[in-house]
């Protein structure tokens, strides 16, 4: 394990005693593995702000928990450690705690876990569910602020929501699809990670409304439950191709997209427009190779920024900054 940093540096970061990471640093039992894992990941943050410009010494520290698909929790974490950077000479270090499996149930229990003495506030992407909304009420009667991040859900006490206008982005890209294909109509396949996501669910709305209006000639069809993950979106889409047929154009909201073209190439579907969402490593290489026609996007950068400005504000003031959601922004293989 590295030494570039104190034990007291490390304990601050991880959110555990100093004398914590003095067990961990030295090998010695009656350590958890998660917390091995959380004083590692502390490590590796440290690096990342270090690399980014982040002045060291006494800060704010955030909590950034995601429950995302690993290509976007990555996009989001660039954002963030940019954003912080941008910020000097105020030292914002953000603790990041992602995984693209995690359960409302696990979710709820990670937010239990913050303290106010621990965290200066919670930037939070999760579904919609009891549990984790019960989670998010708790942390704010404890003293806790929590802005919800790209998905808002229902909580009362939540700071701020943070992200693009899902709504307008889900009308956004039936525009470019209801333009292209006219009244040639056709299998239109609306792929969302999961309903369960507010986000996701106003996309589709969005989305489904405008096609219904504008582009009645199109059979929408929407899959569910792939969770941005490309197996499970494949297996999904698959099935949605035996049974309806050749498929006319794609909006994937919710990730999974190397799945959906493995999907199309072995029914040998072409000529198929194809709009993704969110311009992450991955859709940036099938932009280039032409594999999907645009992306409809949002400055990650101005949004990790909007959500520590909500933090700070709070922290300062005990009330949100104000508020706007981030403008859909339209990109092609031509303008990236």
């Not at 470019?176 to 109509?185: A, C, E, I, P």
């Not at 996501?197 to 219904?212: L, N, T």
């Not at 899959?223 to 490309?230: K, S």
């Given at each position: 394990m590295t030494h570039r940093f104190t034990v007291k540096q490390i304990a601050a970061q991880a959110g555990v005693s100093a004398a914590t990471v003095d067990r961990v640093r030295h090998g010695r039992a009656h350590v958890h593995e998660q917390t091995r894992r959380r004083v590692d990941a502390a490590i590796r943050e440290l690096e990342e702000q270090v690399e980014a410009g982040i002045p060291a010494g006494h800060g704010l520290t955030f909590d950034v928990l995601l429950?995302?698909?690993?290509?976007?929790?990555?996009?989001?974490?660039?954002?963030?450690?940019?954003?912080?950077?941008?910020?000097?000479?105020?030292?914002?270090?953000?603790?990041?705690?992602?995984?693209?499996?995690?359960?409302?149930?696990?979710?709820?229990?990670?937010?239990?876990?913050?303290?106010?003495?621990?965290?200066?506030?919670?930037?939070?992407?999760?579904?919609?569910?009891?549990?984790?909304?019960?989670?998010?009420?708790?942390?704010?009667?404890?003293?806790?602020?929590?802005?919800?991040?790209?998905?808002?859900?229902?909580?009362?006490?939540?700071?701020?929501?943070?992200?693009?206008?899902?709504?307008?982005?889900?009308?956004?890209?039936?525009?470019?699809?209801?333009?292209?294909?006219?009244?040639?109509?056709?299998?239109?396949?609306?792929?969302?990670?999961?309903?369960?996501?507010?986000?996701?669910?106003?996309?589709?709305?969005?989305?489904?409304?405008?096609?219904?209006?504008?582009?009645?000639?199109?059979?929408?069809?929407?899959?569910?439950?792939?969770?941005?993950?490309?197996?499970?979106?494949?297996?999904?889409?698959?099935?949605?191709?035996?049974?309806?047929?050749?498929?006319?154009?794609?909006?994937?909201?919710?990730?999974?997209?190397?799945?959906?073209?493995r999907a199309l190439d072995e029914a040998g579907d072409r000529d198929v427009v194809f709009v993704g969402h969110d311009l992450d490593d991955e859709n940036r290489g099938l932009l280039r190779a032409g594999r999907i026609d645009a992306v409809v996007d949002h400055d990650l950068r101005a949004d990790a920024a909007r959500a520590i400005r909500h933090l700070l504000c709070f922290r300062r003031h005990g009330r949100a900054a104000e508020s706007e959601a981030s403008r859909a922004v339209i990109v092609t293989p031509w303008n990236m």
């Open positions: 429950n995302s698909p690993e290509r976007f929790s990555q996009a989001v974490r660039r954002a963030f450690v940019a954003a912080a950077a941008a910020m000097a000479p105020l030292r914002i270090a953000p603790r990041f705690h992602a995984d693209e499996r995690m359960s409302p149930e696990r979710i709820a229990a990670d937010l239990g876990v913050f303290e106010p003495k621990a965290t200066h506030g919670v930037i939070l992407k999760a579904p919609e569910h009891p549990a984790v909304i019960a989670a998010v009420e708790s942390l704010v009667a404890r003293g806790v602020p929590v802005v919800t991040f790209a998905t808002d859900i229902g909580a009362n006490g939540r700071l701020a929501y943070v992200g693009i206008d899902n709504a307008a982005a889900g009308r956004t890209a039936a525009f470019l699809l209801s333009r292209v294909l006219g009244q040639r109509g056709g299998v239109v396949l609306a792929n969302l990670g999961s309903r369960g996501f507010h986000g996701e669910h106003d996309r589709w709305r969005g989305f489904a409304d405008f096609m219904a209006a504008r582009c009645p000639c199109a059979d929408v069809v929407a899959i569910d439950g792939g969770h941005g993950l490309d197996q499970a979106t494949y297996e999904l889409a698959r099935a949605t191709r035996s049974a309806r047929g050749p498929i006319a154009g794609i909006y994937s909201m919710g990730g999974g997209n190397r799945g959906l073209l």
